[in-house]
């Protein structure tokens, strides 16, 4: 769409050709005289039907055109501050809103911010107030597709105009975790033709390693040798082979160490245990925990968190052949605990059993998987929200906290020992699934059987909110890069105590 940059102005603003002027005003019992104020400011009176359709109507934003001093396109958005706003109002908001100045002749935007003190009983901190304008700006940017007709990309300039000293470093932030929500949903939505297992590395080595970020990519006869079953097992019914990517950020003097791990199925037909076909296409996004883990490395490389993060991602494909891994079989991961094989389909928990298993080995502080787990925790928890599953109460409060800060919401689910009896297996240590009732906590309580008990784990099951939904403008139409912004905030937060 645009090549964009956003920028700070200060309090005050230059006079620039060919602008726009975006406005916000809360509609209270000041709202005439803010408008006013603003339509003074650029010499115009708004018409008697603007006035009808906004002041007094449902209209929630006017537009208008002035030629003095210089042409420049005017925009007023109200807003009500009730039971119906929310924290992700600026970034839904600015999503849909940048799309709209395409057919316009402007190549500079000027936001002038509202103040802060508005808006404190619904955000806590003022540099991510400012920083989720940035965002929402960065997802209406956003697009993806291989049409042949593709525009060529206009030039904007965005700067925000405020008193406060935090809008500076937000634009700042806002791009570094952008640029990781950006990467995440570009793998997501890459069809799996393109993006197979060894393609996923060879990007995350690509992304990462100018950053400072070391990139171990293990091969197919290296993961043999290390004998990490489970990631074999899922991957040998198809043509495309695996790959165990291993991601390290260790800045100087980093006092905790984080191991993320994300689910990198590339494409899940199901194995034997085949999916229907409604909806199949979707699964070129089952790599999308592995997506939010690459993304959350480079945005905390790229901002020099002082943290220690390392990523583990098993990336395969889940194809029926004659060579695939059946229903019945057992399966031996590395550390000879064995799986018994009940539906191939739940192949994502078989292959994460091996990269939990190489996240404990590196005795972290706390070990975080994120996947598109199960379909169960969507039927739980619908589309919007992530299921939390975790007995450390520390890591869940922290986690929940992110996610209501950037509107990425995990929600805790049950984690009782009673559910182990329904992965319990009569030949193998465990089953790979359990019965229907439950799905999505059997699930967690499998991948809680291959960490160490002594380090403290999530798993968070992001199958409803990594796929397209219509909660808000940026989750409409593409794969959402779920993850990022709620993982990149706990770990600025872990790394600040």
Not at 317 to 326: L, V
């Amino acid at each position: 769409m645009y090549s964009l940059k956003i920028k700070f102005g200060g309090e005050n603003f230059s006079a620039l050709k060919k602008n726009a002027f975006l406005y916000f005003i809360p509609e209270d019992e000041s709202f005439t005289h803010n408008l006013r104020v603003i339509t003074g400011r650029h010499n115009y009176s708004l018409t008697a039907i603007q006035e009808k359709s906004f002041v007094n109507g449902k209209n929630n934003d006017v537009r208008f055109y002035v030629s003095k001093p210089d042409e420049a396109l005017i925009i007023v958005k109200k807003y009500k501050l009730n039971e119906d706003f929310s924290s992700d109002f600026f970034r839904n908001y600015l999503s849909a809103f940048l799309p709209t100045l395409e057919n316009e002749e402007t190549a500079n935007l000027i936001i002038m911010t509202p103040d802060f003190k508005l808006f404190t009983p619904y955000l806590k901190d003022e540099q991510y107030f400012y920083q989720s304008i940035c965002e929402g700006l960065i997802y209406g940017n956003y697009s993806f597709g291989y049409k042949s007709d593709k525009k060529a990309e206009k030039k904007l300039t965005v700067t925000l105009i405020g008193k406060s000293r935090f809008i500076k470093k937000a634009v700042e932030v806002s791009s570094f975790v952008m640029d990781g929500v950006i990467l995440a949903r570009r793998l997501a939505n890459e069809p799996s033709s393109i993006l197979t297992p060894v393609e996923l590395a060879r990007i995350a080595k690509k992304e990462l390693s100018p950053l400072g970020v070391k990139c171990q990519i293990f091969t197919e006869k290296e993961i043999e040798k290390l004998k990490y079953g489970g990631i074999l097992a899922v991957a040998k019914g198809s043509d495309n082979p695996p790959r165990l990517i291993k991601l390290s950020y260790n800045p100087a003097q980093s006092k905790k160490k984080i191991v993320l791990v994300g689910k990198g199925v590339t494409f899940d037909s199901g194995g034997i245990s085949i999916k229907p076909a409604s909806g199949m296409s979707e699964m070129k996004a089952d790599m999308s925990g592995a997506a939010a883990v690459i993304g959350v490395i480079m945005a905390a490389a790229k901002a020099k968190l002082p943290i220690e993060v390392m990523g583990i991602i098993p990336a395969v494909e889940n194809m029926p052949s004659g060579k695939s891994m059946k229903p019945g079989d057992i399966v031996f991961t590395s550390s000879g605990k064995s799986i018994e094989v009940d539906n191939t389909d739940a192949e994502g928990r078989i292959i994460l059993a091996d990269a939990l298993e190489i996240a404990s080995k590196e005795k972290p502080d706390a070990i975080i998987d994120i996947a598109t787990l199960t379909g169960a925790c969507v039927v739980a928890l619908g589309e919007y929200i992530a299921g939390l599953f975790t007995k450390n109460q520390q890591l869940s409060d922290k986690l929940s906290i992110a996610g209501k800060n950037t509107y990425e919401i995990v929600w805790p689910m049950p984690v009782n020992d009673e559910f182990k009896k329904l992965i319990k297996s009569d030949v193998a240590d465990v089953k790979n699934v359990g019965k229907r009732g439950g799905g999505a906590v059997s699930a967690a309580k499998f991948l809680e059987y291959f960490v160490d008990k002594n380090i403290p784990y999530a798993h968070i099951d992001i199958a409803g909110p990594a796929m397209p939904n219509d909660l808000t403008h940026y989750t409409q139409k593409y794969m959402t890069g779920f993850g990022v912004r709620l993982l990149f905030d706990y770990l600025l937060n872990a790394s600040l105590e």
